[in-house]
C-alpha cells in the first residue's frame, strides 16, 4: 500500500474502483479496519473519486424472516448502506456519498435482446459502468480546473465546541463538598430542637387494631385512627434520628479526645459485606440467563465495583464492555475524598466518565475543596478542574466562592461564582449566586435566585416547596427563567413531585411524578386515556371545521 501511495503522489488516478462481493455482505460483515487503513495512508482525498463496484450481484438472494427470499432492491440498499457507514466512519465526515455499481459476470447471467449482461432489476451494469467513469472523470477535471479540491476537506469540519451557557450552569449548579456535609445540616436542625425531645415518650400509650377490628370502625374512626398512627410514627422517626445525631456528635467528640490522627482508620470496625440488588436484564430466549455474571458484592474495603450492563449485547455473551467505580472514605480527620467513575471500551470506541473530589471542612470554620472531572466528547476529552471555600460566619449563614478551568482541545474556559446560603429558622432556606465563565473571545453572566420551604416535619417528610429564578446574558442576549419545584403527600400513602420551568423564549417544561401504595394505577391511567381521547376528538372537529370553511 506504501508503493501505491508514492505512485498516486505523481499520478492521481482519475477513478478508483473498490470491489466488494454483494453476496458475502450481512450482518456480521465489517470492512471498517481496512478502510481505516487505506485513509490513513493513502488520505482521505482518495475517496473523492471512488466508485463502489459490487460484484456477484445475481446471486442467489438470502431468506429473510419469513422463510422467504428478501426483495433484491432493499437488499442491495441495506448492503451499500452499510458499506457507505463504513466508509463514513474510516473519513469521519457522513457528507460524502459514492455511486455505486453492480456488476454480474457470470457465463449464466441473463442477457438482454442486444446480448449485454442484465442484472435482476432488468439493468444493463456495463453501460452504467462506462457512464460513470466518464462522469467521475469530468468532475474530477473541473474540479481540478476551478480548484475546488484544495477548498473540499473531509472530516470532522466543525469540531464541538462547549457551550459557555451550559458550563456556567454547571458552575453555578451547587455541589455537596464533601460527603456529609448534607447530613450535617440534618444534625444541626435535629440538635437546634431539644424542646419537643421527649414528646414521643410523653404521649400516652395507643391500643394497636386488629385487621377484623379495624374493619368494624366507622370511616371518621378510621380516619382518626389512622391519622393517630401518622402522628406517632413521624415523632418516633424524629427521635430517631436524634439519638442518631446525638450519637455521631459524641462519637466524634470521644474520637477527638481519645484516638490520634495515626491510628483513627485502625479503630473503626469494617462493615459487613452486602450483596447488592440484581440487574435489570433484557428479556432473552434463552435459558441460561446471564443474570449473576452481573451480582457483585459490598464489601468493607469501601470501594464499590461492578460491571455496566450493556442492553445491546448478545445472547450466550458476558454482555458488558465497562466498569462503574464508586468510593468516598475519610482519610484523616475533618478530610474527605470521593471517586465516582464510569469507563466502556471496545473495539471502536472509547468513553468514560468520572468525577474525583477531595474536601477539609471543620464543623465551626471554614470547607475548602477541590475537584477534577473527566468526561468523553466524542473522540476528545473534557478535564474540568474546580475549587470551592464556603465559610460559615454565622449559624445559618454560609457565604461560598468557587472557581474553575475546563480545558477542551486546545481551548480554556475559565469561570468564577459567589454564593451565599441563608437559613431562616429551620424551614426557610435561601440561596443567591452570580458567576461568569470566558472563553476564547465569548463572556457569559449569569446568576440565580432560590427560595426552598421545608416542610413541618423535615427531615422526617421531606416535604419542600422551591421557587426559583435565574437570568443569562451571552453575545448581548438575556434570557429570563423561572421555575417551580414541590414535594409534597397529597394524601396517606401517596407521593407527589412537581417540576415546571419556563423562560423568556417562551420554552418550558413540566413534570409530575406520583407514587402510591394504593392500586390507584388503573384509575389514572384511565383518566389519562379519556383525556386523550378528548383531546384528539377536539382537534379532529377543528380539523372538520376548517375543512368545511375552505
Request: charged share 25%; aromatic share 8%; with cysteine.
Amino acid at each position: 500500500m506504501l508503493s501505491v501511495k508514492r505512485f498516486i503522489r505523481e499520478s492521481p488516478p482519475d477513478v478508483v474502483l473498490f470491489f466488494d462481493r454483494l453476496d458475502l455482505i450481512n450482518m456480521g460483515y465489517n470492512d471498517f479496519p481496512l478502510m481505516k487503513l487505506m485513509t490513513e495512508v493513502l488520505g482521505s482525498a482518495i475517496w473523492f473519486n471512488t466508485i463502489l463496484v459490487m460484484t456477484h450481484a445475481s446471486s442467489t438472494l438470502p431468506e429473510g424472516p419469513s422463510g422467504f427470499p428478501v426483495n433484491y432492491e432493499s437488499y442491495v440498499t441495506r448492503c451499500t448502506d452499510l458499506m457507505q457507514h463504513f466508509i463514513h466512519q474510516a473519513v469521519s465526515d457522513r457528507k460524502l456519498e459514492n455511486p455505486v455499481l453492480l456488476a454480474e459476470n457470470h457465463p449464466q447471467c441473463k442477457k438482454n435482446l442486444l446480448g449485454e449482461n442484465i442484472l435482476p432489476n432488468g439493468q444493463a451494469w456495463k453501460s452504467q459502468f462506462l457512464l460513470l467513469c466518464i462522469c467521475t472523470k469530468i468532475l474530477g477535471d473541473v474540479s481540478t480546473l476551478l480548484e475546488f479540491q484544495g477548498s473540499i476537506e473531509l472530516g470532522s469540519s466543525s469540531p464541538r465546541v462547549p457551550s459557555l451557557p451550559h458550563l456556567l450552569s454547571s458552575l453555578l449548579r451547587h455541589r455537596v463538598s464533601n460527603p456529609n456535609e448534607a447530613d450535617n445540616d440534618v444534625n444541626d436542625i435535629l440538635l437546634s430542637d431539644a424542646e419537643e425531645e421527649d414528646e414521643y415518650d410523653q404521649l400516652p400509650p395507643i391500643r394497636i387494631l386488629t385487621k377484623s377490628q379495624f374493619e368494624r370502625l366507622t370511616k371518621l374512626q378510621k380516619r382518626d385512627y389512622l391519622d393517630e398512627l401518622d402522628y406517632r410514627e413521624t415523632l418516633y422517626l424524629k427521635k430517631q434520628l436524634k439519638e442518631d445525631a446525638r450519637r455521631q456528635r459524641e462519637k466524634k467528640l470521644c474520637e477527638a479526645e481519645t484516638l490520634g490522627e495515626d491510628d483513627y482508620d485502625d479503630q473503626q470496625t469494617p462493615p459487613e459485606a452486602v450483596l447488592l440488588p440484581d440487574m435489570v436484564v433484557p428479556p432473552t430466549f434463552d435459558s441460561d440467563c446471564p443474570v449473576h455474571r452481573y451480582r457483585c458484592l459490598a464489601t468493607s474495603d469501601k470501594w464499590l465495583m461492578r460491571p455496566v450492563l450493556d442492553p445491546q449485547g448478545w445472547d450466550h455473551d458476558v454482555g458488558f464492555d465497562g466498569i462503574n467505580l464508586e468510593t468516598a472514605m475519610e482519610i484523616k480527620r475533618n478530610i474527605y475524598a470521593s471517586i465516582a467513575g464510569q469507563m466502556s471500551k471496545d473495539k471502536q470506541n472509547f468513553s468514560i466518565q468520572s468525577e474525583c473530589a477531595a474536601a477539609y471542612t471543620d464543623s465551626r470554620g471554614p470547607t475548602y475543596s477541590v475537584g477534577i472531572d473527566v468526561q468523553s466528547a466524542g473522540k476528545d476529552l473534557i478535564y474540568t478542574v474546580h475549587s470551592n471555600t464556603k465559610l460559615r460566619t454565622l449559624k445559618y449563614h454560609m457565604p461560598d466562592c468557587a472557581v474553575s478551568l475546563t480545558s477542551f482541545g486546545k481551548k480554556y474556559y475559565v469561570g468564577a461564582k459567589i454564593e451565599d446560603n441563608i437559613l431562616i429558622g429551620k424551614r426557610l432556606k435561601f440561596v443567591m449566586n452570580a458567576g461568569q465563565m470566558r472563553g476564547p473571545g465569548q463572556v457569559a453572566y449569569g446568576g440565580t435566585f432560590e427560595a426552598t420551604l421545608r416542610g413541618r416535619d423535615y427531615p422526617v417528610r421531606n416535604d419542600i416547596i422551591s421557587v426559583s429564578m435565574t437570568a443569562l446574558s451571552f453575545k448581548k442576549e438575556m434570557v429570563l427563567g423561572g421555575g417551580f419545584q414541590s414535594e409534597f403527600r397529597p394524601a396517606r400513602g401517596m407521593r407527589m413531585a412537581v417540576n415546571a420551568n419556563l423562560n423568556s423564549q417562551k420554552m418550558g417544561k413540566v413534570s409530575i411524578k406520583m407514587s402510591s401504595s394504593e392500586h390507584i394505577e388503573i384509575a389514572l391511567v384511565a383518566i389519562f386515556s379519556i383525556f386523550r381521547a378528548i383531546l384528539c376528538r377536539k382537534e379532529a372537529e377543528n380539523g372538520r371545521k376548517e375543512a368545511l370553511e375552505m
